[in-house]
């Protein structure tokens, strides 16, 4: 084709932006280990509030989707890793479907895909900052502060901070896509996404659950963690039902409801993640080498979760903007139209619209009854559907598809034990299509039912994205610890036991 | 009738495999599933603990800065 590429496009810019460095040489376990935690706690350090912005006071929109992006209203992880994941899924899906064409067993093409998947995380932030900014989403709504009308008094920033909000959020932005890259060549451990998830969403949980610190709120100081407020409201609270009651309803920190779907969700997915077939395998070289090469039941592990989360994440940011940017246009309002939470004043909640629908945002006294009974079925067949459609194109995008696993067989002299060698790749492709269609599915299922009985707010969705990522993550330590025979050099075997 | 046949044909098949696939899958046995339970649920509160004390540090640094 002579035509000039979209590709080609990139290389011009491709030299200005920062880039992280292959290694040299192979990085020896330890080094990937401490690549992989110094990597995760930078990441969890950058929650510090943006110059400008009191976090405190930043009502959130987006809430239930921010678990599973590691995301926190009002500082510098405001859109957490949604730009680079939302870059990389939209680049591998063009490139998945011919749109964008790309060799990737050239390196240069592989460098430009990456240069232009970086560029796009960059420019996706900077966006959805600028959106955001002038929206006035960062304009803080000061409820202790009655003199204003109606109770809210909005503080509206000057034109320099607001840009200055938007330079903050792009370089913190670029510096999350960079430590993204770091992880993702080699450096450390999983995809630097996934990684990012797994942590924060472990935060997350531990603190709605143990979370030892206290918070001001209007009804007083109220502790983060469900089951410490729950011992506390035992001892201080005057009747014992009214504890019990207000530790597993509260709606402004996290309760024990949810926490129970959350780990309701989490022992579900558990058991799914070690359902696999095994397929028994042989070396064509070695004799009497017999072995088993298992194909998980989650194929895709936590990606389509994140994918459907991510699409949700993006049309909401977008809507939520424009509803608020172009105020006075009825037609908006069909996308979606947000809510002042009245109680706590602490998050805008969805009320109506086509985003409604699809969402599992906390509910509002002031919805149609009618949309309210209907949402949770709907929300949850938009997770499934989209979930397991992506799940079956995976595979095929990400490089782990039949074929290539048959080519991997064949690189390594393997073959399946009574079949033959030309049919491989169609014998697996059996396998593998309906495990990791059938296994997004079976994810997608529990985590919207789980999400949408109790009311989570995001954190059943977030915690099981979190735990399928640390699954995914483990096993690859593992099977390098095991296959580099890492447990002679490594300073850290004797912390790790031996099998 | 052809086209009603084609809009009901994927998902029927897509459940006809889906369901074939997770027959033939080898299970966790109850004591597997628990020894995961545990191993999964204490690695994660760990984790959750590690990243909560750095989260602790934002404490000081935001009554630094702010």
Request: charge should be neutral; charged fraction near 15%; aromatic fraction near 12%.
């Amino acid at each position: 084709m002579s035509g000039i590429r979209l590709l080609d496009l990139i290389k011009p810019f491709a030299s200005i932006f920062l880039e992280v460095e292959l290694p040299y040489e192979k990085s020896i376990f330890d080094e990937k280990l401490v690549y992989t935690v110094a990597a995760a706690i930078i990441y969890l350090l950058l929650g510090l509030p943006i110059n400008g912005v009191n976090d405190e006071n930043v009502v959130d929109a987006f809430g239930w989707l921010r678990n599973c992006f590691a995301s926190t209203p009002g500082t510098l992880l405001e859109f957490g890793v949604l730009p680079v994941a939302f870059s990389a899924f939209l680049w591998q899906i063009a490139a998945g479907d011919k749109l964008l064409d790309v060799d990737f067993t050239s390196s240069s093409d592989r460098k430009l895909f990456q240069s232009l998947q970086k560029l796009t995380s960059i420019l996706l932030g900077f966006v959805f900052a600028v959106l955001l900014v002038f929206a006035g989403y960062f304009q803080p709504i000061d409820y202790f502060t009655s003199a204003a009308e109606n109770g809210e008094l909005l503080v509206e920033p000057s034109l320099f901070s607001k840009l200055l909000i938007v330079v903050e959020l792009t370089v913190s932005n670029t510096i999350i896509t960079l430590m993204a890259e770091l992880l993702d060549k080699h450096y450390g451990f999983g995809s630097g996404i996934i990684d990012f998830i797994v942590i924060s969403s472990a935060t997350t949980f531990t603190t709605s659950f143990i979370g030892l610190t206290t918070q001001v709120t209007s009804r007083g100081f109220e502790s983060t963690g469900a089951l410490v407020q729950f011992v506390k409201n035992m001892f201080s609270s005057k009747s014992y039902a009214y504890g019990i009651v207000e530790a597993f309803t509260r709606q402004n920190l996290t309760n024990l409801t949810q926490i129970y779907a959350a780990i309701f969700a989490v022992c579900l997915i558990v058991y799914l993640s070690n359902c696999r077939y095994e397929i028994s395998i042989k070396s064509s070289k070695v004799r009497s080498m017999a072995s088993i090469y298992p194909i998980k039941l989650l194929y895709c592990g936590a990606v389509p979760l994140i994918f459907t989360y991510s699409v949700l994440y993006f049309c909401n940011i977008i809507g939520f903007s424009l509803t608020r940017i172009f105020s006075s246009n009825k037609y908006l309002a069909l996308i979606g139209t947000w809510e002042l939470e009245p109680e706590f004043k602490k998050t805008y909640n969805l009320t109506g619209g086509l985003l409604y629908l699809i969402s599992a945002s906390p509910s509002c006294s002031s919805t149609n009854p009618l949309l309210s009974l209907v949402r949770p079925f709907t929300y949850t067949a938009f997770v499934v559907v989209v979930s397991t459609l992506f799940g079956k194109a995976w595979p095929h995008m990400s490089g782990s598809s039949a074929k290539d696993v048959a080519k991997q067989f064949k690189e390594q002299d393997i073959t399946m034990v009574g079949r033959r060698d030309v049919l491989m790749s169609k014998e697996i492709g059996k396998i593998i299509v309906p495990a990791s269609s059938a296994g997004s599915f079976a994810t997608a299922l529990a985590a919207a039912i789980c999400e949408c009985c109790g009311g989570s707010k995001g954190l059943s969705y977030g915690t099981v994205t979190g735990v399928l990522g640390s699954l995914s993550v483990l096993e690859e330590i593992v099977s390098e610890w095991q296959q580099t025979g890492a447990a002679g050099s490594s300073q850290l075997s004797q912390f790790i036991p031996t099998q | 009738m052809a086209g009603k046949g084609k809009l009901t044909d994927a998902p029927v098949e897509f459940v006809k495999e889906g369901v074939q696939f997770v027959r033939k899958c080898r299970k966790p046995t109850q004591k597997e599933y628990a020894q995961l339970i545990r191993a999964v649920g204490m690695g994660f509160v760990m984790m959750g603990i590690v990243g909560y004390l750095i989260k602790l540090i934002h404490i000081p640094i935001r009554y630094l800065i702010v």
